[in-house]
């Protein structure tokens, strides 16, 4: 595997870690956080820097980086919730954007057929 699949590869895998923290009854927001700002650490200073990936890789970094902001809107909005309803609904939001964010991770790792 190459140096840059690698670097998409734990970035999934702090995406599966944080997806599996946000199942734990309750939910640590705090550790929610943390673990938000750690995966913009790692899309920054890891993955920005890669060389050109052409433009089908570009085009997912775009998305990715939209994603992880919104991501830590979520998670704000999950620390503001003061209703189980809205941490509930919060929850889903954040569950669903990370498994966005895995399907975007494993599109660059395993390209399409006739793209290799």
Same mark, same amino acid.
């Given at each position: 595997? $190459? #140096?840059? #699949?690698? &670097?998409? @590869?734990?970035?999934? +895998?702090?995406?599966? @870690? =944080?997806?599996?923290? $946000?199942? *734990?009854?309750?939910?640590?927001? +705090? /550790? #929610?956080? &943390?673990? %938000?700002?750690? #995966?913009?650490? *790692?899309?920054?200073?890891? =993955? =920005?820097?890669?060389?050109?990936?052409?433009?089908? *890789?570009? $085009?997912? @970094?775009?998305?990715?980086? &939209?994603?992880?902001?919104?991501?830590? =809107?979520? %998670?704000?909005?999950?620390?503001? !919730?003061?209703?189980?309803?809205?941490?509930?609904?919060?929850? &889903?939001?954040?569950?669903?954007?990370?498994?966005?964010?895995? /399907?975007?991770?494993? !599109?660059?790792? @395993?390209?399409?057929?006739?793209?290799?």
């Amino acid at each position: 595997m $190459s #140096l840059n #699949l690698e &670097k998409y @590869q734990t970035l999934a +895998t702090l995406l599966e @870690q =944080i997806r599996s923290d $946000s199942c *734990v009854t309750p939910v640590n927001v +705090t /550790q #929610l956080r &943390k673990g %938000v700002a750690l #995966l913009q650490q *790692v899309f920054r200073q890891e =993955i =920005i820097p890669l060389p050109d990936g052409g433009y089908r *890789v570009q $085009s997912y @970094q775009t998305e990715i980086s &939209k994603q992880l902001r919104l991501l830590e =809107i979520d %998670v704000m909005f999950l620390q503001g !919730a003061r209703q189980a309803s809205t941490t509930n609904e919060r929850l &889903k939001l954040i569950r669903d954007r990370l498994h966005t964010l895995m /399907q975007y991770c494993e !599109a660059i790792v @395993q390209p399409p057929e006739g793209e290799t």
